[in-house]
Nanobody, 121 residues
């Protein structure tokens, strides 16, 4: 069993930056697991944001982020740094985990409950 707890969401202004942490715990979590982020904006399907391997040396990003988002990791916590936020970034951001970065991208083993980000223009 793995628990992922996201935090850091809230209301921000367009152009602001925001950093979301996600902490992993539980007996089934392995520090060698990859972790990552997805988001679901209103009216769209859940979208892959990016994933990072256990060491932090390998990252994979979704295609539509325009380089504004970056992922980092410190042991069992993964971070999503979001810069120059736009109103279309409004949505729920989910943390996920799995064996490697590609598995996290395609079929994660476990999910967090999500944290809501609202970007006001």
């Amino acid at each position: 069993q793995v628990q992922l707890v996201e935090s850091g969401g809230g209301l921000v202004q367009a152009g602001d930056s925001l950093k979301l942490p996600c902490a992993a715990s539980g007996p089934s979590f392995s520090s060698s697991d990859a972790m990552g982020w997805f988001r679901q904006v209103p009216g769209k399907e859940r979208e892959f944001v990016g994933s990072i391997n256990w060491s932090g040396l390998i990252t994979v990003y979704g295609e539509s982020l325009e380089g504004r988002f970056s992922i980092s990791r410190n042991e069992n916590t993964v971070y999503l740094q979001m810069n120059n936020l736009k109103s279309e970034d409004t949505g729920v951001y989910y943390c996920a985990g799995g064996v490697n970065v590609d598995q996290v991208r395609n079929y994660p083993d476990y999910w967090g409950q999500g944290t809501r980000v609202t970007v006001s223009s």
